[in-house]
């Protein structure tokens, strides 16, 4: 699905009309845009994927909630492609904030939703036990949604910092996984 | 494939050409559809998930039901881009309903495919006993088809309803599934 | 992959401009060559999730087959939606016809590829023993190509002859495979 | 994600306007591009394929590593866009070469962080310690880089030199793998 959602937003990365390499400077906030929604992207694949690692037992409730998730970051091509172009000016932004928003409340509750099918001391609510950097990162998009009228530039830069965050290596990301060897899986 | 349905739909929500706030009104009735769209494949996915978990075996027969059914649910992204911004007009009500009602009843044939290679007590037969929303939802789509030409607000209103019938949590919602720990696969 | 070709064709399906229904009539030899190009994927869907079920080995050689397999399936879209409003014309007519005989070569190429790994009595063997239906699929689509500049009617006829004969129940379309409960795999 | 790609890059494959066989000359030069662009994303497939069957255990590096592997892929249909119709220019030469450059790169990165993971006798550490095409590879694409503004014929022939280098069968490609039958998975 993130996968798809990458596409979409490739598919709005039109080669320019000229051959010239001139003709690509009007990309770079584009190019900008993207690399900062595949990071969100990307932070979302590595942590779902973290997660299901220790999930146990899901019911209807936490297909429900996986399918939120999978609405909310939907609306991320949308969003990225209407601010590529408008860098600065308060709307898009505001838009791309509430999204980001969106997308980190529908994993809170996709979190939620499993933490009650698990016991206490599972692993998966041990795993979910220090769940600072959500929080933080919750409270970050709150403030780039708060700004996005008044200051557009503090705003879009609230959530840069939510992506550095992620991406600098913490214990979580130094967890490392025993790997099954895949099977050979002609259907895909 | 459902994920791939929702891109689709999701390529339709083009960013507004302004930049101010105000140019996202005219998106809201897509918008709607869209949500509309959206729970109707999550229906569906989350259906289709709990069916398989209990599938024991199945033919050639099933295999080209599961191809109908996808070829009505590939449908959807059509119907819901010519009823996004055409609410109310009878022609793109009618075709809306149409498709719902072609993907409840190539489900309904999948899970009659199904139950012919089951025996009536297996786990399958079982959750399929109880099939009253499935027979509703059909009755509502065809109320909705035959309502679109003379009353498309009526009309769009009754797969809304179905829409919530299937949303608000009952027994089968409340079933958990006891997952086994998906292997890391690095295909994906 | 083969979901992700139907997209592709479903992208082409656009709502008419109008609102009536009248407005949805020039759609209609679209949606026909649509239905055919879908049954045409669904037939090797089935082929190939059957032949995957009897798979026990795989080399560099049959990954690759199977990419030359992608590569020629990846045009039918591009067929596809040049032969949709040109029925009856000859060039749209060749081209389809010359993709779907490079479609089933591919696939002839696929099922060698696995048979030089499987020893003669292997159940891929023995699978892959009656293959009347893919050389006369071959011949018919062989036919279709030397008749399509010459009689574009009677060449897309016999690609939907092909179609028949696949989609008529047979023996093979009979076959009962024993499932085993899918995982729950939350990475999807 | 792979099959995504090319999925994007098949959009570009427009039918032609017209309906004669001449209206398809124009596409040649796209569809040589698109060959070729098909070829790198299939060595990177069978690559990708073969490395996972050796891996033993991943962290959260290693993931930030394919996610960086699929970001510079992922650039691939938006270069094969601008040089298809503009062989022989400079400037989409370049963008071509400097993205099969950083594919390259970024999958040497994930090789590496897959090796600090792993015993230099562990399956993976000796499958990845003839590393001579990989390597040829990247010196190519560097020439190639180094050429584009001065011979960009001459840049877009070592590509070629390249995909032809890992499509010629080699002691890896007749490497065999003993599958184990795929089970019968309905959601797909």
Redo the contacts between chains.
């Keep these: 699905?993130i996968?798809?959602?990458?596409?979409?937003m490739?598919?709005d990365?039109?080669?320019?009309a000229?051959?010239?390499?001139a003709?690509?400077h009007p990309m770079f906030p584009k190019l900008l845009v993207y690399?900062l929604s595949?990071i969100y992207l990307?932070i979302y694949?590595?942590n779902?994927?973290?997660?299901?690692?220790?999930?146990?037992?899901?019911?209807?409730?936490v297909?429900?909630a996986?399918?939120l998730l999978?609405?909310c970051l939907?609306?991320t091509?949308?969003?990225t492609?209407?601010l590529g172009p408008?860098i600065g000016?308060?709307?898009?932004t505001?838009?791309y904030a509430l999204v980001l928003l969106a997308c980190a409340l529908a994993y809170w509750v996709l979190t939620l939703s499993l933490l009650a099918?698990h016991a206490p001391d599972s692993p998966l609510a041990v795993a979910l036990r220090d769940n600072r950097k959500e929080r933080i990162s919750v409270l970050l998009y709150v403030a780039a949604v708060a700004l996005a009228m008044f200051a557009p530039w503090l705003s879009i830069a609230l959530p840069v910092v939510v992506a550095l965050i992620w991406?600098i290596?913490d214990r979580?990301?130094?967890?490392?996984?025993?790997?099954?060897?895949?099977?050979?899986?002609?259907?895909?």
Tied chains: 1, 2, 3, 4.
Excluded: Y
């Excluded at 990365?13 to 320019?16: D, E, K, M, S």
């Excluded at 996984?177 to 099977?183: D, L, Q, R, S």
């Design positions: 699905m996968a798809i959602l990458v596409t979409i490739v598919l990365l039109r080669p320019p000229g051959v010239s390499l003709d690509l690399v595949f990307g694949w590595v779902h994927h973290h997660l299901m690692q220790v999930v146990e037992r899901i019911d209807g409730r297909l429900w996986n399918m999978l609405f939907s609306l091509p949308m969003a492609s209407w408008h000016e308060s709307g898009p505001l838009v099918l991406l290596p979580r990301i130094s967890h490392v996984i025993e790997a099954k060897p895949p099977e050979v899986d002609g259907t895909d």
